[in-house]
């Protein structure tokens, strides 16, 4: 099979999932972004109001696509989603994303087990695809619709499978177990993820942190 011929998907439309499409597009494949939320722009499109770039615009861009001279020094959230969208439509990504397309498992199917076990320990190191070349990554996602039934669950089949899901992907990372006295049940008031902060509208973040003191952090549990 000719290499332009293969079938490519991507997970995730944010920073990086973006770029990848950018540059399969450029080499003549036509790959897939699989993509749950309605918009790309990963998590910059569910966070608060508030929320800002800690690195200069300079600092944090495609090397490819300039920031707007309308852009802050220190771009707000709405303005990163903004770059990130107009990257999508000037090199074409948005007509391959499949918007409200959850994948919730992704499973090879062809290698044998020798064969991948060799195969994840070469990753990254030799350039080579995971596998002997022969197998598929059979994903199946959920695909939510515009109205209120049911989300309809579909299988796809592609040969080579990009997971572009940043540290979080939309789980949080809680531990199952606590030592003894150690865990939620300490803690006299609520105990909540850092994700659902970002999660929630601003009035209702700013009733929860008024007058108290909130850890800061992108993977961890936060005290209020």
């Not at 062809?110 to 022969?134: I, L, V, Y």
């Not at 979080?168 to 939620?184: C, Q």
Request: with cysteine; proline share 5%.
């Amino acid at each position: 099979m000719d290499h332009r011929a293969k079938r490519v998907a991507v997970v995730g439309a944010g920073t990086s999932g973006l770029a990848a499409c950018k540059h399969l597009l450029a080499r003549g494949f036509r790959p897939v972004v699989f993509e749950a939320g309605e918009s790309v722009g990963g998590l910059w499109t569910r966070t608060l109001a508030s929320t800002r770039l800690q690195s200069p615009a300079v600092a944090y861009r495609y090397s490819d696509f300039p920031w707007p001279d309308s852009a802050d020094v220190f771009p707000r959230h709405d303005q990163v989603v903004d770059y990130l969208a107009a990257y999508a439509r000037r090199f074409g990504i948005d007509e391959c994303v499949r918007f409200r397309s959850t994948v919730v498992s992704a499973e090879y199917v062809g290698a044998q087990p020798e064969d991948a076990a060799d195969g994840w320990e070469r990753w990254a190191g030799n350039g080579e695809a995971f596998g002997d070349g022969t197998g598929v990554w059979r994903l199946t996602v959920r695909q939510h619709g515009a109205s209120e039934k049911e989300p309809e669950m579909e299988m796809h089949e592609f040969d080579f499978l990009i997971l572009c899901i940043g540290r979080v992907s939309g789980v949080p990372n809680i531990p199952s177990s606590f030592p003894a006295n150690g865990g939620p049940e300490a803690f006299r008031g609520r105990v909540l993820h850092s994700m659902e902060l970002s999660n929630m509208d601003d009035a209702a973040a700013a009733a929860l942190v008024k007058g108290k003191r909130v850890a800061k952090s992108k993977s961890h549990a936060t005290h209020a």
